[in-house]
């Protein structure tokens, strides 16, 4: 695969060839059988791509969270400096490798002196990889790129963000309360940005029994990135 001088992949083109809204297509509906097997074709060709790419050494965390948020927010600044004391505590900082909270958490563990890494989705708006990379593959389908973001970590940051950022956090809560995940430690940073959910969460989901009262010590939420750190190094394996 090529790669810039820093050692990040560039856009990669697919051995079947880039198809513009490939996973928008294939969620469309029916089709004919040739068309469902190629897909099924690029699936693994995508899935293939990332288990090579993807090799690097040590514990692996996973930082979630927003892509429209500035630098001069102060959660770009709060992930910023998670990234960099992840990578201080010796973890490798892999997240979905676009702007806002993920540059952020990227561009804090590469200031911390760790390997940086990132998953990036090809999007209609075109989400470029922002700079701070020292590693990236850049997916068609959000479903292999959760796969990838949830397979070598081995803890889970969730930063402020929106409806993708829920999405991640509550497919690593599923498959963690469901057992087919480890029960690898999740921290939500921002208590006045969670806050609300967990409300949501305990009076609504606990009340009307659709999830247990221990399901809530699944995600821990803190405004510490000290704390942070030290309910991943208990947790996580090294």
């Avoid at 790669?3 to 996973?23: I, K």
């Avoid at 693994?44 to 500035?70: H, K, N, Q, Y």
């Avoid at 704390?227 to 208990?234: K, L, N, Q, S, V």
Wanted: glycine share 10%; hydrophobic share 40%.
């Amino acid at each position: 695969m090529a790669q810039d001088d820093s050692g990040s992949h560039r856009g990669h083109v697919p051995f079947l060839g880039l198809v513009e809204d490939a996973e928008k297509h294939f969620l469309a509906g029916r089709r004919d059988r040739p068309a469902e097997l190629e897909s099924a074709v690029r699936f693994f060709l995508e899935f293939l791509r990332g288990f090579e790419s993807l090799d690097f050494d040590g514990p692996c965390v996973t930082v979630f969270g927003s892509a429209r948020f500035p630098e001069s927010h102060p959660y770009y600044e709060l992930a910023r400096q998670t990234g960099r004391a992840l990578a201080e505590a010796g973890y490798v900082v892999m997240t979905g490798g676009g702007p806002g909270i993920m540059e952020a958490a990227n561009r804090g563990a590469r200031e911390g002196g760790g390997q940086s890494l990132g998953c990036n989705i090809r999007l209609p708006m075109e989400q470029e990889p922002n700079p701070y990379l020292d590693d990236f593959i850049e997916l068609d389908y959000f479903f292999v790129r959760k796969v990838m973001l949830v397979k070598y970590s081995c803890a889970f940051v969730v930063m402020p963000g929106g409806f993708g950022t829920l999405d991640e956090a509550f497919e690593v809560l599923t498959l963690i309360q469901t057992r087919k995940l480890d029960s690898f430690p999740m921290v939500a940073m921002g208590n006045a940005f969670w806050g609300h959910l967990r409300d949501f969460i305990e009076k609504s989901l606990m009340v009307e029994g659709t999830i247990d009262a221990e399901d809530l010590d699944l995600i821990q939420p803190t405004d510490s990135i000290e704390e942070a750190i030290r309910i991943i190094r208990g947790s996580a394996p090294s």
